[in-house]
């Protein structure tokens, strides 16, 4: 029960395959309250029976990370309802379909500005806004995939977007720091879920992924979890401006080696 006694705020949940719905519980396994955002109404139904569904109850909050009013009253709703929060998770993404297929070259600058601005900003938008809706020794947990340290064919702009995520965490670990408030990104495998239904031959990754990386075999949400669930947790009171890679190991093995390997049998 690493997280009794604090709560959080999980966005991101779109539906049961939601990295952050895994996220959320692992968190209420280890004893946390939460709340929830969704990005419009259309989504909150999904959320709402997707918590009922685990016999809990949990506040529930529009917030549409392309707007500044929406963060700022997320995290006003959040204080006046819910009080301080311990932790944040940010879970969101999104790029233009035509832009995770194909070339890179060909991103649009419009296709370019979405992706960067849902995908990375957002981060430190939330946080800009979670600080003084944080208690002292706070933690923010988000998402990135190794597309945004190495080239993989079609995820493109969100490559782009995910090395400014993870750059952007560093910045913000060392300004928030200064608040006691840490910042760490999770670098997860490849996962079917709605967003990684959009990026061209995704099932290709899911099988280079599960053939290459150390342990032999694909992550899920509820590994990425539990480890988001330690990040956010005063085990990891010494953790800040990381990224820890829950991919089986993919990261850490040379592509040209196991290609190499495959080839020999
Ligand atoms: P998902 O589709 O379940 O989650 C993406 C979420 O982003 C959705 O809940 C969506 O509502 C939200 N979102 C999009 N635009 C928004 C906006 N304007 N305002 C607020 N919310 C908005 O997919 P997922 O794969 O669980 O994605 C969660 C995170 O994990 C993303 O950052 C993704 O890049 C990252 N990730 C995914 C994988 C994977 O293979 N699925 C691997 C590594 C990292």
């Given at each position: 029960m690493i997280?009794?006694?604090?709560?959080?705020l999980?966005t991101?949940?779109?539906?049961?395959?939601?990295?952050?719905?895994?996220i959320?519980k692992?968190?209420w396994?280890?004893g946390?309250e939460?709340?929830?955002?969704?990005?419009?109404e259309?989504?909150k139904?999904?959320?709402?029976?997707?918590?009922q569904?685990?016999?809990?109850s949990?506040?529930?909050?529009?917030?549409?990370?392309?707007?500044?009013?929406s963060?700022?009253?997320l995290f006003?709703?959040?204080?006046?309802?819910?009080?301080?929060i311990?932790?944040?998770?940010?879970?969101?993404?999104f790029a233009?379909r035509?832009d995770l297929?194909?070339?890179?070259q060909d991103?649009?600058?419009d296709g370019f500005a979405t992706a960067?601005?849902?995908s990375?900003?957002s981060?430190?938008?939330?946080?800009?806004h979670?600080?003084a809706?944080?208690?002292?020794?706070?933690?923010?947990?988000?998402l990135?995939?190794?597309?945004?340290?190495k080239?993989?064919?079609?995820?493109?702009v969100?490559?782009?977007a995910?090395?400014?995520?993870?750059?952007?965490a560093?910045?913000?670990?060392?300004?928030?720091?200064?608040?006691?408030?840490?910042?760490?990104i999770?670098?997860?495998?490849?996962?079917?879920?709605?967003a990684a239904?959009?990026i061209?031959?995704f099932?290709?990754?899911l099988s280079?992924?599960?053939?290459?990386s150390a342990?032999?075999r694909?992550?899920?949400?509820?590994?990425?979890?539990?480890t988001?669930a330690f990040?956010?947790s005063?085990?990891?009171?010494g953790?800040t401006?990381?990224?820890v890679?829950?991919?089986?190991g993919?990261?850490?093995?040379?592509f040209?080696f196991a290609?190499?390997q495959?080839?020999?049998g």
């Open positions: 997280l009794k006694g604090k709560k959080g999980i991101g949940v779109a539906n049961q395959r939601s990295i952050a719905w895994g959320a692992s968190c396994q280890q946390a939460l709340c929830f955002s969704y990005p419009s259309r989504l139904g999904s959320v709402e029976s997707l918590i569904g685990e016999g809990k949990a506040p529930l909050f529009e917030c549409d990370v392309t707007k500044d009013e963060i700022a009253d006003a709703r959040i204080e006046k309802e819910v009080g301080k311990d932790f944040l998770v940010h879970a969101i993404a233009k035509e297929d194909g070339e890179f991103t649009s600058r960067l601005d849902i990375a900003y981060l430190t938008a939330l946080s800009h979670a600080v809706a944080m208690n002292p020794g706070g933690a923010i947990v988000s990135s995939y190794i597309g945004g340290e080239v993989i064919p079609h995820y493109n969100m490559g782009v995910k090395a400014a995520l993870e750059c952007s560093r910045y913000l670990a060392h300004d928030l720091g200064k608040q006691g408030i840490r910042v760490n999770v670098s997860a495998g490849p996962i079917r879920t709605l239904k959009g061209g031959d099932n290709k990754m280079i992924s599960e053939n290459r342990l032999h694909n992550v899920d949400t509820a590994e990425v979890g539990d988001a990040l956010v005063d085990m990891a009171r953790i401006g990381e990224l890679h829950v991919d089986a993919y990261h850490c093995v040379s040209s290609e190499e495959a080839k020999a």
